[in-house]
């Protein structure tokens, strides 16, 4: 009698009972609690292993304690709240049933609405598998409700239940399903890609490690070794980037589904398991560094720097008012510094003060453009950050007084002795002048009218006019030398 198709009549009083870490929703409750957990409390990571130790139900009520933010903002599956819609419009109770601890799947029921139970890991009990399946069948009877699962814990479930409904992870999943259970029904269908693990790495930011060739260009040294050295920095930065991004992402997963855009991440939307994330982040550094091994040491320590001072960012220091855009600007010149590293050119003291000038006036740039997006969303202040809207004004004024600073810096650079080894006409270098102050300007207005919608080191990328402004100024450059 157990798992055949079931009969219209018969099903109208029959309740559906729904997994929720996976199939609800498209992602996974403990583990986000973990990586909230981390985000939010970095000097008290150590906690976790006692609590692990401990066993399952006491991680998971220590963290439903201490972390409120997963339930509101994990994503739905769509094709389940259909399903669960479609239940109760046929008057059948439907319940919620999971591992998780039963104070995040109270948020969930509630979020979901006209939920008629809930049954879920309390009083020491990790409510999965068998022990999931004996308190089904003690409260509902056996084969007395339909349920819908997506992994290996749900065979007990399934076993029990009158009809199995499927989230279906890959094509050799539901085949095992089918072979247990051939009535057993596909209502939904989750394959990661590799197209989601390339937009986890976020490719398009790469753009911002070409500052890796500015030292070999600004020092004149374009000999085939630098070029080669130049190419295996920036490859080692995009690497050790993508991993940093995806660190950032598992720490910033309710900011980023509360943002229109960010929402869409492959993390944020659940396209990918956020249980494959830290795995996936520790291959792509450990390639970097890897990689870094065929150049000096040098770059090795600047890239250990960067990695060390972007988690730090990711962890603490992102949620600190001015401090996280100083940090921002610290990231960018730590790329220029790689740079300097990979060619052996002797570093000089005015790019890197123009770098920390110009990137500070860029990252305060990206914040003025977030809370411009709030501003046009009537958001008053952002998730995990110390803004609100009514610092825009300070903000704006604060980044036109850096790039104006990497202005000055340039000025002031004309009249060094440097120049005259490195330039037959350095006067014409005050040309680049009016050219930053128009692109600086231009940046400004435009992210005070929300039209820069990215990274600001992106954007310009991709901007006509900045492109036109990069052009006029290597041409000056060139015509210095």
């Given at each position: 009698?157990?798992?055949?198709?079931?009969?219209?009549?018969?099903?109208?009083?029959?309740?559906?009972?729904?997994?929720?870490?996976?199939?609800?929703?498209?992602?996974?409750?403990?583990?986000?609690?973990?990586?909230?957990?981390?985000?939010?409390?970095?000097?008290?990571?150590?906690?976790?292993?006692?609590?692990?130790?401990?066993?399952?139900?006491?991680?998971?009520?220590?963290?439903?304690?201490?972390?409120?933010?997963?339930?509101?903002?994990?994503?739905?599956?769509?094709?389940?709240?259909?399903?669960?819609?479609?239940?109760?419009?046929?008057?059948?109770?439907?319940?919620?049933?999971?591992?998780?601890?039963?104070?995040?799947?109270?948020?969930?029921?509630?979020?979901?609405?006209?939920?008629?139970?809930?049954?879920?890991?309390?009083?020491?009990?990790?409510?999965?598998?068998?022990?999931?399946?004996?308190?089904?069948?003690?409260?509902?009877?056996?084969?007395?409700?339909?349920?819908i699962g997506n992994g290996s814990a749900d065979f007990p479930v399934?076993?029990?239940?009158?009809?199995?409904?499927?989230?279906?992870?890959?094509?050799?999943?539901?085949?095992?399903?089918?072979?247990?259970?051939?009535?057993?029904?596909?209502?939904?269908?989750?394959?990661?890609?590799?197209?989601?693990?390339?937009?986890?790495?976020?490719?398009?930011?790469?753009?911002?490690?070409?500052?890796?060739?500015?030292?070999?260009?600004?020092?004149?040294?374009?000999?085939?070794?630098?070029?080669?050295?130049?190419?295996?920095?920036?490859?080692?930065?995009?690497?050790?980037?993508?991993?940093?991004?995806?660190?950032?992402?598992?720490?910033?997963?309710?900011?980023?589904?509360?943002?229109?855009?960010?929402?869409?991440?492959?993390?944020?939307?659940?396209?990918?398991?956020?249980?494959?994330?830290?795995?996936?982040?520790?291959?792509?550094?450990?390639?970097?560094?890897?990689?870094?091994?065929?150049?000096?040491?040098?770059?090795?320590?600047?890239?250990?720097?960067?990695?060390?001072?972007?988690?730090?960012?990711?962890?603490?220091?992102?949620?600190?008012?001015?401090?996280?855009?100083?940090?921002?600007?610290?990231?960018?010149?730590?790329?220029?510094?790689?740079?300097?590293?990979?060619?052996?050119?002797?570093?000089?003291?005015?790019?890197?003060?123009?770098?920390?000038?110009?990137?500070?006036?860029?990252?305060?740039?990206?914040?003025?453009?977030?809370?411009?997006?709030?501003?046009?969303?009537?958001?008053?202040?952002?998730?995990?950050?110390?803004?609100?809207?009514?610092?825009?004004?300070?903000?704006?004024?604060?980044?036109?007084?850096?790039?104006?600073?990497?202005?000055?810096?340039?000025?002031?650079?004309?009249?060094?002795?440097?120049?005259?080894?490195?330039y037959e006409r350095p006067e014409l270098l005050w040309l680049v002048?009016?050219?930053?102050?128009?692109?600086?300007?231009?940046?400004?207005?435009?992210?005070?009218?929300?039209?820069?919608?990215?990274?600001?080191?992106?954007?310009?990328?991709?901007?006509?006019?900045?492109?036109?402004?990069?052009?006029?100024?290597?041409?000056?450059?060139?015509?210095?030398?």
């Amino acid at each position: 009698m157990s798992n055949r198709p079931a009969d219209k009549q018969d099903a109208a009083a029959v309740p559906l009972v729904v997994d929720v870490d996976g199939t609800l929703i498209r992602s996974d409750l403990l583990h986000e609690a973990v990586l909230q957990f981390v985000a939010r409390h970095p000097f008290q990571m150590w906690k976790l292993l006692p609590w692990v130790v401990s066993g399952k139900p006491r991680i998971k009520g220590a963290l439903a304690e201490r972390i409120d933010t997963v339930c509101p903002t994990a994503p739905l599956r769509d094709e389940v709240v259909e399903l669960i819609r479609a239940a109760e419009a046929e008057g059948r109770p439907v319940y919620l049933a999971s591992a998780s601890d039963r104070r995040y799947v109270d948020a969930i029921a509630e979020r979901i609405g006209g939920i008629a139970g809930v049954f879920a890991t309390e009083n020491g009990v990790n409510l999965s598998g068998a022990a999931k399946a004996r308190k089904l069948d003690e409260t509902l009877g056996k084969s007395g409700y339909d349920y819908i699962g997506n992994g290996s814990a749900d065979f007990p479930v399934w076993q029990s239940a009158r009809q199995v409904l499927v989230v279906s992870r890959s094509g050799r999943f539901a085949s095992a399903v089918r072979k247990s259970f051939p009535h057993a029904e596909v209502v939904a269908e989750h394959r990661t890609g590799m197209k989601d693990y390339v937009r986890a790495m976020r490719m398009h930011q790469w753009a911002k490690n070409l500052l890796l060739f500015l030292p070999m260009i600004a020092g004149h040294m374009l000999d085939l070794q630098s070029i080669v050295s130049s190419i295996l920095g920036f490859v080692c930065f995009c690497l050790a980037a993508s991993s940093a991004y995806i660190i950032n992402d598992l720490l910033d997963l309710p900011g980023d589904r509360a943002h229109a855009r960010k929402r869409n991440r492959p993390f944020a939307s659940g396209a990918i398991p956020v249980a494959y994330g830290p795995p996936f982040a520790l291959v792509l550094l450990g390639g970097a560094f890897a990689a870094s091994l065929a150049l000096p040491i040098w770059f090795t320590l600047v890239l250990a720097l960067y990695v060390g001072a972007t988690l730090t960012y990711s962890l603490y220091l992102k949620r600190k008012v001015m401090i996280d855009v100083i940090v921002l600007a610290g990231l960018y010149t730590l790329r220029v510094l790689g740079g300097v590293a990979a060619v052996g050119v002797v570093s000089s003291p005015w790019l890197l003060m123009f770098s920390l000038f110009l990137f500070l006036s860029l990252a305060i740039v990206k914040r003025c453009s977030e809370l411009v997006a709030q501003r046009v969303a009537g958001v008053e202040e952002t998730i995990g950050r110390g803004y609100r809207v009514e610092d825009l004004s300070v903000m704006l004024g604060l980044g036109a007084a850096a790039g104006q600073g990497a202005v000055l810096v340039v000025a002031l650079y004309i009249f060094s002795p440097q120049v005259q080894l490195l330039y037959e006409r350095p006067e014409l270098l005050w040309l680049v002048c009016p050219l930053l102050l128009y692109w600086t300007g231009r940046t400004l207005l435009l992210a005070n009218r929300d039209g820069i919608h990215d990274d600001p080191v992106v954007w310009a990328l991709t901007d006509r006019t900045s492109w036109i402004v990069a052009a006029l100024s290597a041409l000056v450059i060139a015509a210095a030398i």
